[in-house]
């Protein structure tokens, strides 16, 4: 009502031309079906309220991704969160944007797939160390080597979690499991010198989960990325490997920062940290740090921007004219054509 009565009395005050009076109406109300610039906020991308264990490093890893889309101004509505199974596969949950909670080991050709045919989307995909380095350890390799653009945040525990304590491809040797009472008898994978060593991988970092500012840098780093960007998160699991990574967490002398201005910012971390300078476009010097346990190095490893992007590829014609398309359906059926 009060609107109304504004509107009125503006129209029969003014007394100006027929012509300024249609302007000044148009400006009153915004008549474009454009859809505005929106300011997103945190709120925006909280999904339903997380259940994991308390200090599971899976907290860090939703915070730090929920900031980086706010800070981003990611639209929701255009923003995928892909994983597999297990408990951090939950992840799409308890965020506001899409997700897609796929089958176990199955979350890269779900994400390549949406990739192909959504040149527009943010995708970020979210793997445990069994989902991604066991079961869905040909998906991991290949989807490296199409090296699609996306975000690939591998969630490291060292262990089944989900399924309560069975051996995982990363869980170290002698840990005594439910599948392993008597220790776990093989030297586990190293996931990043496997993907370091896939061809035509082109982004290859690691975090730790209990330095949410180097992830948050980490994560940052990854969007502008133009290919899959691989990150290792080595993660505390409080329940099932409980205390496997204290040494870690309180010595700062068993962390490394890696620096390179093509990096990933450092921030205050060099206040706790020693640092060391690495050239993360050197293959050899990538390996090296890779395969380095003790201190854990942080940052980006390896990185090589030329590498090929599968999207591009499988992206050609997603914009072409329905007459296009249609000449195209024609072109295929003529090579049938009997003459
Ligand atoms: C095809 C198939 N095989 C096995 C399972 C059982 N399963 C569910 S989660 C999981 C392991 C999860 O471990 P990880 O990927 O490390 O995730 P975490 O729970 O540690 O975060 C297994 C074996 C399943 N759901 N589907
Ligand atoms: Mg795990």
Redesign the pocket.
């Known amino acids: 009502m009060g609107e109304t009565l504004s509107f009125v009395s503006f129209v029969t005050k003014e007394k100006a031309s027929p012509t300024h009076k249609k302007e000044k109406l148009m400006n009153m109300t915004d008549w474009t079906l454009e859809p505005r610039m929106r300011e997103f906020e945190l709120g925006d991308y909280l999904g339903a309220a997380p259940r994991w264990c308390p200090s599971c490093g899976?907290h860090t890893v939703l915070k730090c991704l929920q900031k980086l889309c706010k800070d981003l101004n990611l639209p929701p509505e255009k923003t995928v969160v892909v994983s597999?199974?297990?408990?951090?596969?939950r992840l799409p949950h308890h965020m506001g944007t899409y997700g897609f909670h796929s089958?176990?080991?199955r979350s890269l050709p779900v994400a390549c797939g949406i990739r192909a045919r959504r040149p527009d989307l943010s995708i970020f995909v979210v793997?445990?160390?069994?989902?991604?380095c066991?079961?869905g350890a040909g998906h991991w390799l290949h989807a490296l080597r199409y090296n699609m653009k996306m975000t690939v945040m591998l969630?490291d525990?060292n262990?089944?979690?989900?399924?309560k304590k069975?051996t995982?491809p990363t869980t170290p040797a002698h840990t005594k499991t439910n599948t392993h009472p008597n220790g776990a008898p093989l030297d586990p994978v190293n996931p990043l010198a496997t993907a370091i060593s896939m061809t035509n991988a082109s982004f290859v970092a690691q975090c730790v989960d209990w330095l949410p500012e180097h992830l948050y840098n980490t994560l940052l780093r990854a969007q502008q990325h133009p290919g899959l960007a691989f990150i290792r998160i080595r993660q505390r699991?409080p329940h099932f490997m409980k205390g496997h990574l204290d040494a870690f967490m309180n010595d700062p002398n068993k962390i490394q920062i890696l620096t390179d201005p093509r990096g990933v910012l450092p921030g205050s971390l060099t206040q706790t940290y020693g640092t060391v300078e690495h050239d993360p476009t050197s293959y050899d010097d990538a390996m090296k740090h890779a395969r380095q346990t003790d201190p854990i190095p942080l940052g980006l490893l390896y990185l090589n921007e030329s590498a090929l992007r599968y999207d591009e590829f499988t992206q050609k014609g997603i914009v072409t004219s329905e007459e296009e398309k249609l000449a195209a359906i024609e072109a295929e059926l003529n090579k049938f054509a009997i003459l």
Do not use: V
Request: with cysteine.
């Open positions: 899976n597999g199974i297990g408990c951090s596969s089958l176990h080991g793997t445990g160390d069994g989902d991604c066991a079961i969630l525990n262990i089944y979690g989900l399924t069975q995982s699991c």
